[in-house]
């Protein structure tokens, strides 16, 4: 089982659609969470970090469970320029170091 | 200010030889990490260095594969007797680091490795 996985996609949505993307992973010491977004071709980007409590970041809504080792995405009135492949990563806890990252699900917004 | 930097952007090579990957971390920034990403596919941890601390080899795929990092500056991903199987994608980034954390990590734009 990987330590992180994602529903590869993709996701075709119309411009305007709320598109929502889930993500579990496998180490319940996992301590951070983040959503990374990278378009194609290009190096991953920090899109938001994920917050226990929830949190939003304009059109964009993260979420953890942690008792279900579950991550969510949400993104509200797409836009064409959300276009990419959006990566769910895990810090794996204490005393290790490196990210884990998942394989990412790839969003094509259409006009 | 100036970004994670990597060079070269593109690199082709012949089976069997020798690369050399350099990365330029964010100024200040004590922890490197390199990744690995093949077509399609997702990032693949291959080694990080946190200050003067033994780096975390336990990504590398082969003994072909070596890093380097002088202090807490540049890094060197060095590929021996290179095989098809190495094209990808190769990606540094950096970040702020205290121990047992996670911090962000800025990546740079990556060296596309091929491998003929």
């Known amino acids: 089982r990987k330590e992180v996985e994602q529903d590869p996609g993709p996701f075709n949505v119309p411009e305007g659609a709320t598109v929502a993307f889930n993500c579990t992973y496998s180490n319940s010491a996992s301590q951070s969470f983040f959503w990374y977004r990278q378009d194609c071709r290009k190096e991953p980007k920090l899109l938001m970090s994920v917050y226990s409590s929830g949190n939003e970041d304009g059109r964009f809504t993260a979420q953890l469970n942690r008792a279900s080792q579950y991550i969510s995405l949400l993104i509200r009135d797409s836009k064409l320029s959300d276009s990419a492949t959006y990566l769910c990563v895990v810090s794996p806890g204490v005393g290790r170091r490196a990210l884990t990252f998942g394989s990412g699900t790839r969003l094509q917004v259409q006009p | 200010g100036a970004g994670v930097s990597q060079s070269p952007s593109n690199k082709v090579t012949e089976k069997g030889k020798d690369v050399e990957l350099r990365c330029d971390p964010i100024s200040g920034h004590t922890a490197l990490y390199w990744y690995r990403q093949r077509l399609g596919q997702g990032l693949e941890f291959l080694i990080y260095?946190?200050?003067?601390?033994?780096?975390?080899k336990s990504g590398l795929p082969s003994d072909r594969f070596s890093a380097e990092r002088t202090g807490e500056s540049v890094s060197t991903l060095t590929i021996q007797r290179t095989q098809q199987e190495d094209s990808a994608v190769y990606l540094c980034?950096?970040?702020?680091?205290?121990?047992?954390?996670?911090?962000?990590?800025?990546f740079g734009p990556g060296t596309r490795l091929t491998v003929l």
């Open positions: 980034a950096s970040s702020f680091s205290l121990a047992g954390a996670a911090r962000t990590q800025y």
């Open positions: 260095f946190q200050g003067n601390s033994a780096p975390d």
